[in-house]
């Protein structure tokens, strides 16, 4: 990358990403360091201007790894307060719709106690119980490139230069970006993260499986006051 030098931190894990799974892991670092009484650093990084700023609005959860994670969630303000009462399952066509009775879906299709959430807020909660718990949480900054030691194994990420002009010229707010060094660094990026991409292909990680599959969902929701 640049010839100028950036600064490096040096931390035991490094998470890219602060959607679920990235602030899940390090709350659950955190909690297992505790129990050994062992001091472990997290830091985590997240491209967006917030914690959850670029999480989808609404989603249906099940709490069942809330449960294990954070017991006491409904103690502590976890933003799961809307429980499914009623699925419908619906075939849609040009002049309308036909119902699927319940009884022909599979179980995982029932969502009964489940909650109707937004998980950008759901997000946002896990952010405060990470931070309360010590892990470094530095919204808006994005990952940009990965670092390897001499050897090829993965050393960390540096953040990306700030004030380059769109023909790749350093402005008068030029700053480098900044290396995070890790023992350990976790990519939580979702399922198209450009460094992931990057470390499957370099590791040759995705051989052997079966390819990635999509799909796209519309979820109504109602409002009972």
Not at 49 to 56: C, F, Q, T, V, W
Request: with cysteine; hydrophobic share 40%; glycine share 12%.
């Amino acid at each position: 990358m640049a010839d100028i030098e950036r600064e490096a931190m040096e931390y035991d894990v490094v998470i890219v990403g602060g959607g679920p799974a990235g602030l899940s892991a390090a709350i659950r670092l955190k909690q297992l360091a505790a129990e050994r009484n062992h001091e472990v650093s997290v830091c985590l990084l997240e491209k967006g201007s917030e914690i959850g700023a670029h999480i989808l609005s609404g989603a249906v959860v099940d709490p069942v790894g809330l449960n294990e994670l954070i017991p006491d969630w409904k103690e502590k303000g976890a933003p799961l307060e809307t429980q499914v009462t009623d699925d419908q399952f619906l075939f849609l066509t040009k002049a309308g719709s036909y119902r699927f009775p319940n009884f022909l879906m599979p179980r995982l299709m029932n969502n009964h106690g489940n909650y109707i959430v937004s998980l950008g807020d759901v997000c946002r909660w896990l952010g405060q119980q990470a931070e309360a718990l010590g892990v470094e949480i530095y919204p808006g900054f994005a990952a940009a490139e990965v670092l390897y030691n001499d050897d090829g194994a993965v050393k960390g990420v540096a953040t990306g230069d700030m004030g380059v002009s769109k023909t790749g010229e350093h402005k008068d707010t030029y700053t480098p970006g900044m290396e995070l060094h890790a023992k350990y660094t976790l990519f939580a990026e979702g399922a198209r993260g450009h460094l992931t991409e990057q470390v499957k292909a370099k590791f040759d990680l995705d051989a052997g499986s079966e390819p990635q599959v999509y799909g796209i969902g519309i979820k109504i929701g109602r409002a009972h006051v």
